[in-house]
């Protein structure tokens, strides 16, 4: 068994205000999905804390069990409140205009993951000015240092041997691509396909929209997808112009694959391994949870139109994002397609966080 975790607060379900009005079938088949890679050990994309040997036999018993979900969560969790301050933000699947060759129209391309980029999930790069790098690139004589940042690959080729996937319209349309994580690439022949993290260049992320925020470019109260998008573009985006040196200064550049499997048509891919659903499935910090946690969060915000409505939902963890760090932190997948980007953009928004554990984890 673990020790009770330091600054998480026991309670009771009856303290959970809307726990019953939620719709918690909903929650525990998005809860199966997880239950089923961590039954089975399957690899995850981006791996997080192994899971505890207790969460793998609540997992059997979701993928055994006929109970109803708020019996199922009574009998086998016990919920914490996290005291921490909270905070989400929330991201979607973008559904962008790609072409396969380039055009005076689609310039910019999607790189596949070069065959030198080797992940150091255990063993990180740490450099002598302290930056610590989750991924390097691996010379022919087994040594790692350090893989070209965003610049170095943009502007001088150096992700040697990288494959282009598609191009889009220019560099903008690419670093949100980034930033979510997935796409969903519509070509004009008519085909839709699923555009999925295939790794990371490993150097630090660094929010472009902080940045616009710090330097008074854009206010935080205005500050949206739509913003963000508008300035980069009115800043310039040609090599050396002020839009592109702003996104340069996230040195972090993202791979993809090309997916077209069952699994991926279901939604984009998480960190876990299984496709994301909308407004259950949320991105944790991965050095701190493992996937599969249910996670009841509570707020008010702008999920189901531009109103702020209050939003307390039982959600899985199945995702991670260079962005999000902290205990009471998590990011909202809000879906796929415009409409959900309106909305994912403008949540910024404090959050209280109570955390489901395995019952058998801890001697109370």
């Not at 991924?135 to 040697?160: F, L, T, V, W």
């Not at 598609?166 to 903008?172: F, I, K, T």
């Not at 009115?234 to 040196?245: F, T, V, W």
């Not at 891919?269 to 499935?281: D, H, K, Q, V, Y």
Request: charged share 25%; net charge negative; proline share 7%.
């Amino acid at each position: 068994m673990w020790a009770l975790p330091e600054k998480l607060e026991l309670i009771a379900f009856e303290a959970i205000s809307g726990f019953e009005r939620d719709d918690l079938e909903a929650a525990l088949s998005v809860f199966k999905s997880s239950a089923r890679r961590l039954v089975d050990g399957r690899d995850q994309q981006r791996p997080a804390l192994p899971p505890s040997s207790s969460l793998i036999a609540v997992a059997q018993a979701a993928l055994e069990e006929e109970a109803t979900a708020p019996d199922f969560f009574r009998r086998w969790f016990l919920p914490f409140r996290i005291p921490n301050p909270g905070f989400v933000t929330a991201y979607y699947e973008p559904e962008v205009e790609a072409r396969r060759l380039p055009s005076p129209d689609y310039t910019t391309p999607v790189l596949a993951r070069p065959e030198d980029l080797v992940t150091l999930n255990e063993t990180p790069l740490i450099l002598p000015t302290g930056e610590i790098l989750t991924s390097a690139r691996k010379q022919s004589h087994g040594a790692y240092i350090p893989y070209p940042d965003r610049q170095a690959i943009e502007e001088q080729g150096a992700a040697i041997g990288a494959k282009t996937l598609a191009y889009v319209r220019d560099p903008v349309e690419l670093f949100l691509l980034q930033v979510q994580g997935s796409a969903r690439l519509k070509f004009d022949t008519g085909e839709r396909i699923g555009l999925t993290y295939d790794g990371r260049n490993g150097w630090p992320y660094t929010s472009i929209g902080k940045r616009l925020i710090e330097t008074g470019i854009v206010r935080a109260d205005d500050m949206s997808l739509d913003r963000l998008k508008a300035t980069l573009r009115e800043m310039g985006l040609a090599p050396g112009a002020p839009g592109r040196q702003l996104m340069q200064e996230n040195r972090s550049y993202v791979f993809f694959a090309l997916d077209e499997t069952l699994e991926r048509q279901r939604g984009p891919i998480g960190g876990e391994g299984c496709a994301l659903t909308p407004l259950r499935s949320i991105a944790i910090d991965r050095n701190l949870w493992c996937y599969g946690l249910p996670f009841w969060i509570s707020t008010t915000i702008p999920w189901r139109d531009e109103q702020e409505t209050p939003f307390d939902r039982l959600m899985i963890a199945q995702d991670t994002g260079s962005a999000i760090l902290g205990a009471a932190r998590a990011d909202l997948f809000f879906g796929s397609g415009d409409q959900a980007g309106q909305l994912a953009g403008a949540v910024r928004h404090k959050a209280d966080f109570i955390v489901l554990l395995p019952k058998e984890s801890f001697a109370l």
